[in-house]
């Protein structure tokens, strides 16, 4: 199968399932900015030293993957006939867990931080508001059409992950976070 097709050359694409829509569309919008998530989270874990963190990006990315999909399977139908998997209310409840894990080595936050630190912390920062902009074209296509629930409650429980992976890496690094100073008066 070639790379190319040139279906795409007048600015439409193809959906699964069959229909062509334009590369503009909401749908697209949204399944295209959970791909810049996941490639994201990828560049996240390839900066990342750490086996379990590099782990849990693999398994994210299988879930953003899996979210890709159905966001670029309209058709309920089509995505039950042909088995694609979906994330659900268990992928959101492992993700918390993950939260809740990791902040047990963090000491609580008691102010905002910047975003940045070794530079894997400062990828997963990346990945976190990557993840923050597919959650809003995802908002957005579900107030036009709605979505699976769990598609939205995936991805703002990923950024808080992504978020809390990034002060781990500075932690692990023995980088404190720098916090924001505020305006000062």
């Not at 699964?16 to 334009?22: I, K, L, P, S």
């Not at 088995?83 to 867990?97: H, T």
Request: charged share 30%.
């Amino acid at each position: 199968m070639k790379v190319y097709t040139r279906r795409g050359d007048a600015g439409d694409t193809d959906l699964f399932g069959g229909a062509r829509v334009g590369k503009e569309d909401l749908r697209v919008e949204a399944y295209g900015a959970v791909d810049e998530a996941n490639a994201a989270v990828g560049a996240a874990a390839a900066h990342s030293m750490h086996d379990d963190l590099r782990a849990l990006c693999r398994d994210v990315q299988q879930c953003l993957f899996d979210l890709g999909g159905t966001l670029a399977t309209p058709d309920a139908e089509h995505r039950r006939k042909t088995a694609l998997p979906a994330v659900g209310a268990a992928d959101i409840e492992a993700l918390e867990r993950h939260i809740d894990a990791f902040e047990a080595e963090l000491e609580p936050l008691k102010r905002f931080i910047l975003p940045g630190g070794t530079p894997a912390a400062a990828a997963f920062h990346v990945a976190r508001t990557v993840c923050r902009r597919a959650e809003r074209r995802v908002v957005a296509l579900h107030r036009h059409e709605p979505q699976e629930p769990a598609s939205l409650g995936f991805l703002n429980r990923l950024s808080d992950l992504l978020f809390v992976m990034a002060r781990v890496e500075n932690r692990r690094a023995g980088q404190g976070d720098v916090p924001w100073r505020g305006r000062e008066r």
